[in-house]
Nanobody, 120 residues
C-alpha cells in the first residue's frame, strides 16, 4: 500500500495550490483521509480531514481558505489551498485510515510528504 502525494511547490503569498494524494495497492476499504503538515522545528498538525461519508473537519488556520475533497473511485484525496500565507510553509503529508490484507481491522497509513513553500 502506498500513498503518493503531489502538487506541492513554491508560490507567492495570496496564491493557490492543489495537493493530491493517490492511494494504491491492495485495499479493502478507505475510511478517513486527511492532510497534515509539519513546519521546521514544529510538531505535525492536522490541516483537514474527510470521512468516507464526506464529512469534513478543518484546523482553524485552514477554515475559509482550504477545501478538502476525495474521489472514492480514484482512491484520491485533494487539498485545494487558497490565499496562501508564508506561515503555511511546511511539508504536507496525506494520511488514510484503511483496512488492508495486512491490517483487516484498519490502521493508518502515511504518504511521503510534499513541500509547500509560500514566499512573502
Amino acid at each position: 500500500v502506498q500513498l503518493q502525494a503531489s502538487g506541492g511547490g513554491l508560490v507567492q503569498a495570496g496564491g493557490s495550490l492543489r495537493l493530491s494524494c493517490l492511494v494504491s495497492g491492495s485495499i479493502f476499504r478507505i475510511y478517513s483521509m486527511g492532510w497534515y503538515r509539519q513546519a521546521p522545528n514544529d510538531q505535525r498538525e492536522l490541516v483537514a480531514r474527510i470521512g468516507n461519508t464526506g464529512s469534513t473537519d478543518y484546523a482553524d488556520s485552514a477554515k475559509g481558505r482550504f477545501t478538502i475533497s476525495r474521489d472514492n473511485a480514484k482512491n484520491t484525496v485533494y487539498l485545494q489551498m487558497g490565499s496562501l500565507k508564508p506561515e503555511d510553509t511546511a511539508v504536507y503529508y496525506c494520511r488514510a485510515f484503511m483496512s488492508t490484507p495486512a491490517a483487516p481491522g484498519g490502521r493508518e497509513y502515511w504518504g511521503q510528504g510534499t513541500q509547500v513553500t509560500v514566499s512573502s
